[in-house]
Structures are given as structure tokens and as C-alpha cells.
T-cell receptor, first 119, second 112 residues
Framework: GAVVSQHPSWVICKSGTSVKIECRSL??????MFWYRQFPKQSLMLMAT?????????EQGVEKDKFLINHASLTLSTLTVTSAHPEDSSFYIC???????????????FGPGTRLTVT | AQTVTQSQPEMSVQEAETVTLSCTYD???????LFWYKQPPSRQMILVIR??????QNATENRFSVNFQKAAKSFSLKISDSQLGDAAMYFC?????????FGQGTELSVKP
């Protein structure tokens, strides 16, 4: 199946600093990437949808100025948490869907997630 | 708007036995897809099974099968011959407007 990577897998940062998380589709081109947030024992909450070369679409209640998303190429999307605070500590998951290659157009392929801890 | 409901927060099954996880959904889409995802302790989301709504035949993948009742908007997952490695969170989801809508999840434990 199609492979999506995330980097880093775990990051600790101090309150007030910014942290960037990368999401890459390794063997297919992804016109659309999604960013989710997940709290322990809870479901995935969609934060935003990003399409290559255009601005991300944020879900209601998600601060676009705090969670900056850039989808600069067909294989890379980044999520930057700006001025992070302890309440931003969470598990962040990206997924990618297909334009061409080995992936199935009706599926999203998930990265392994990034655990963010803000101290 | 699409919604997905999983009414069983936790389920338990004996190893080698069969368990069924429930899911109901609501959608305004005429053509849609339904999914079951597994999230083990590693937290990597793994696609278990996919069902196209226009197909009447229930999808199966080895020990995993679904009971898709379109009129009732029900999409349950049956796991046969349960194995210790099946222990995980299971999420039901529907694809609507290009976005996955997830249920609340069911935590499955497997007893040896």
C-alpha cells in the first residue's frame, strides 16, 4: 500500500515556541493532505484539509493563525504550531489522498503520527 | 452533514472467538464509502476493510467481514477467530465531501 511518513515522531518544546511537523507521501502524489488531532482514548478530529498549491481549509473552531499549514508540493505538507502552549499538547496525524501512483483514490493513507508535548 | 456513531466504547472477546462491533451512520451523499480502521497501541491508523455503498455484497478481508445494511444505515464489523494482535481501537468512518468522518471508536480487548 501507499506509504506516508511524518517527522518528527515525538517532539517536546517550550511554551511560546513554534514547532513544525512534516508529512510526506513516499510513493505517490497527493493532491490533498489532511491534518488531524487526537486526544487519548478519543477519535480523530479533522483540523484542516490542504491542497497542493492552495491555501488550507480549516475546520470550524481551528485557529488558522496558530496552526499554519503549507502544502508546497505533491509529496509534502507541513503543520506549524505557532506560539505553542501546554493545551496544544496532543497527537497529530496526517493523511494523504491520491492523484496518481499506487494509492486508491477513495482512501486516505495515514502517517504514523507525531506526539507533541509543550512544557 | 455526515455523522458516524459507535455505541460500544469497549468490547472484549476471548481469543479464537468471534466479535461484532457496531456502527451506524447518516449521510446525505448518494454514493459513499464506509471504512473500518484499526488503531493499535502504536497509534498507526490501519485500514481494515472498505465498503462501497453501491455494492450490495458485504466486503470481506480474511477474518474481517462487514454486515452492511444500507436501509438501516448500519455497518458492523465482524472479527472471526480473534487474535491477540486484534486488540486495538476500531474506528468506523464514512467518506463525505472528500473528508473522513469518524465515529467515537470502540476499544477491543482480546483475552488469552
Amino acid at each position: 500500500g501507499a506509504v506516508v511518513s511524518q517527522h518528527p515522531s515525538w517532539v517536546i518544546c517550550k511554551s511560546g515556541t513554534s514547532v513544525k511537523i512534516e508529512c510526506r507521501s513516499l510513493d505517490f502524489q497527493a493532491t490533498t493532505m489532511f491534518w488531524y488531532r487526537q486526544f487519548p482514548k478519543q477519535s480523530l478530529m479533522l483540523m484542516a484539509t490542504s491542497n497542493e498549491g492552495s491555501k488550507a481549509t480549516y475546520e470550524q473552531g481551528v485557529e488558522k493563525d496558530k496552526f499554519l499549514i503549507n502544502h508546497a508540493s505533491l509529496t509534502l505538507s507541513t503543520l506549524t504550531v505557532t506560539s505553542a502552549h501546554p493545551e496544544d499538547s496532543s497527537f497529530y496525524i496526517c493523511s494523504a489522498s491520491w492523484t496518481s501512483g499506487r494509492a486508491n483514490i477513495y482512501e486516505q493513507y495515514f502517517g504514523p503520527g507525531t506526539r507533541l508535548t509543550v512544557t | 452533514a455526515q455523522t458516524v456513531t459507535q455505541s460500544q466504547p469497549e468490547m472484549s472477546v476471548q481469543e479464537a472467538e468471534t466479535v461484532t462491533l457496531s456502527c451506524t451512520y447518516d449521510t446525505s451523499e448518494s454514493d459513499y464509502y464506509l471504512f473500518w480502521y484499526k488503531q493499535p497501541p502504536s497509534r498507526q491508523m490501519i485500514l481494515v476493510i472498505r465498503q462501497e455503498a453501491y455494492k450490495q455484497q458485504n466486503a470481506t478481508e480474511n477474518r474481517f467481514s462487514v454486515n452492511f445494511q444500507k436501509a438501516a444505515k448500519s455497518f458492523s464489523l465482524k472479527i472471526s477467530d480473534s487474535q491477540l494482535g486484534d486488540a486495538a481501537m476500531y474506528f468506523c468512518a464514512t467518506l463525505g465531501g472528500g473528508k473522513l468522518i469518524f465515529g467515537q471508536g470502540t476499544e477491543l480487548s482480546v483475552k488469552p
